[in-house]
Structure formats: structure tokens, C-alpha cells
């Protein structure tokens, strides 16, 4: 089987940990090949930007979609789903939805951690779009600028753990998703540092694409 995951951004490094964390929690059958968008920006951090990225990540799909069995589009937004379900005939899954979906799964209240403030309003609509706005918590931001945040890990872990704190003891979440493609490695990272569920985007991608072709 295999899996294509599509970075709207233009970082081959988020490409690459992105494919890496896919490849972690897939069966050992399942290929997954990372594939970076040509164009854009280095980190998307604006409507505009996840606007913009909808065109490319649209035109890698539909080029890839003949030699795969499934896709992921890897930005906490989802850009160009509903566009690539129109124009292929393989399964098409979204980083921001299937986390939505996976944290509402239970009936728990659920928030959000992430580093851009910019698209809060973007992320708050697609949980609407998603069905699930009643157990929807809000969303709690990072401190600092998101680019210097994600070139230093160990300070993106600590920044996203004080907005993981905030959402459970100010706002009630009993599940926090970690909002971010480039995210990745600290979802992963912080899952073990809290007792209430942690949901990593791209795993949650990946487990609901599988269950689509299995």
C-alpha cells in the first residue's frame, strides 16, 4: 500500500518529519511518500497563506493520485480537501479533520494548543464545518513568535505544554489536539507529559485513512 502525504508548505524538512511520523504509526506494508508543495511558504501562518496553499496541494494530488492507494494532506486546515475528493478516486483525509474527529469521538470536550494566532478563526470554522462545535472548547495560543518556536524544539515542546495546561485547567478540554503540521514531533513529545489525551494530527491522519481502505 501507498500512502501520499501531501505538505502544503514549501519545507522539505516538515515534509520529511511529517512522512516520518506517518511511516511510525503505519502498518509495515504501507509506503508513505512525502511530497513538499512547489510553491508558498516556508510555515503557513495566515487565512491567505492556507488559501494560497489550496492550488498546489490540488495540482501534487491529482499528478500522484493514479500511483496511490490514499492521501494526506498535512496542514491544520485542511487547504484543497473538498476540491481533491472532487478530483480523485482514492481517499482523501485531512490533518485538521481527522484530529477534530478523533478527539470528538467520545462526547469529551476538546481544545486546541497551536502556535498561530492568525487562524483561530479558520481552525474555530472547521470544527464547525466538522459537526462538533458543542464540545469544542476554544483554542489556547503559544508565546512568541511561531517561526523562532518551531526552529527551536525543546521551546516549542515547553511553549505548546503551557497552552496544553491552559486548555485543560482554564477551559475544561478533556482531550487537546496539537494544531500544526510542523507540530508533529511535539504532539508527539508532549503526549507523554499529561495524563489527559494528547492528539497528534498526523497519526490521527493516518489511522483514519487506513480504516477507509481496510
Same mark, same amino acid.
Given at each position: 500500500?501507498?500512502?501520499?502525504?501531501?505538505?502544503?508548505?514549501?519545507?522539505?524538512?516538515?515534509?520529511?518529519?511529517?512522512? /516520518?511520523?506517518?511511516?511510525?504509526?503505519?502498518? /509495515?506494508?504501507?509506503?508513505?511518500?512525502?511530497?513538499? @508543495?512547489?510553491?508558498?511558504?516556508?510555515?503557513?501562518?495566515?487565512?491567505?497563506?492556507?488559501?494560497?496553499?489550496?492550488?498546489?496541494?490540488?495540482?501534487?494530488?491529482?499528478?500522484?493520485?493514479?500511483?496511490?492507494?490514499?492521501?494526506?494532506?498535512?496542514?491544520?486546515?485542511?487547504?484543497?480537501?473538498?476540491?481533491?475528493?472532487?478530483?480523485?478516486?482514492?481517499?482523501?483525509?485531512?490533518?485538521?479533520?481527522?484530529?477534530?474527529?478523533?478527539? @470528538?469521538?467520545?462526547?469529551?470536550?476538546?481544545?486546541?494548543?497551536?502556535?498561530?494566532? /492568525?487562524?483561530?478563526?479558520?481552525?474555530?470554522?472547521?470544527?464547525?464545518?466538522?459537526?462538533?462545535? @458543542?464540545?469544542?472548547?476554544?483554542?489556547?495560543?503559544?508565546?512568541?513568535?511561531?517561526?523562532?518556536?518551531?526552529?527551536?524544539?525543546?521551546?516549542?515542546?515547553?511553549?505548546?505544554?503551557?497552552?496544553?495546561?491552559?486548555?485543560?485547567?482554564?477551559?475544561?478540554?478533556?482531550?487537546?489536539?496539537?494544531?500544526?503540521?510542523?507540530?508533529?514531533?511535539?504532539?508527539? @513529545?508532549?503526549?507523554?507529559?499529561?495524563?489527559?489525551?494528547?492528539?497528534?494530527?498526523?497519526?490521527?491522519?493516518?489511522?483514519?485513512?487506513?480504516?477507509?481502505?481496510?
Amino acid at each position: 500500500m501507498r500512502i501520499l502525504l501531501i505538505n502544503p508548505n514549501t519545507s522539505r524538512a516538515t515534509t520529511e518529519q511529517m512522512a /516520518a511520523i506517518a511511516t511510525s504509526v503505519a502498518p /509495515a506494508d504501507v509506503d508513505v511518500v512525502g511530497v513538499t @508543495a512547489p510553491r508558498g511558504v516556508k510555515m503557513i501562518l495566515t487565512g491567505d497563506e492556507l488559501a494560497a496553499a489550496e492550488e498546489a496541494v490540488v495540482e501534487i494530488g491529482i499528478a500522484e493520485a493514479a500511483g496511490v492507494d490514499g492521501i494526506i494532506i498535512g496542514a491544520f486546515g485542511d487547504p484543497g480537501l473538498a476540491a481533491l475528493r472532487e478530483r480523485v478516486a482514492v481517499p482523501v483525509v485531512g490533518i485538521a479533520e481527522a484530529a477534530i474527529l478523533d478527539a @470528538a469521538s467520545t462526547g469529551r470536550p476538546f481544545g486546541v494548543a497551536t502556535t498561530t494566532p /492568525a487562524l483561530v478563526d479558520f481552525i474555530a470554522e472547521r470544527v464547525r464545518e466538522l459537526g462538533v462545535a @458543542a464540545l469544542y472548547t476554544g483554542i489556547r495560543l503559544t508565546r512568541g513568535d511561531p517561526m523562532e518556536l518551531v526552529a527551536d524544539p525543546p521551546l516549542l515542546i515547553d511553549a505548546l505544554a503551557e497552552a496544553v495546561r491552559e486548555a485543560i485547567d482554564k477551559d475544561g478540554a478533556e482531550a487537546v489536539i496539537i494544531g500544526g503540521g510542523p507540530l508533529g514531533q511535539a504532539a508527539i @513529545a508532549l503526549a507523554p507529559r499529561f495524563t489527559t489525551p494528547i492528539i497528534a494530527p498526523i497519526p490521527a491522519a493516518m489511522r483514519r485513512l487506513l480504516s477507509r481502505l481496510n
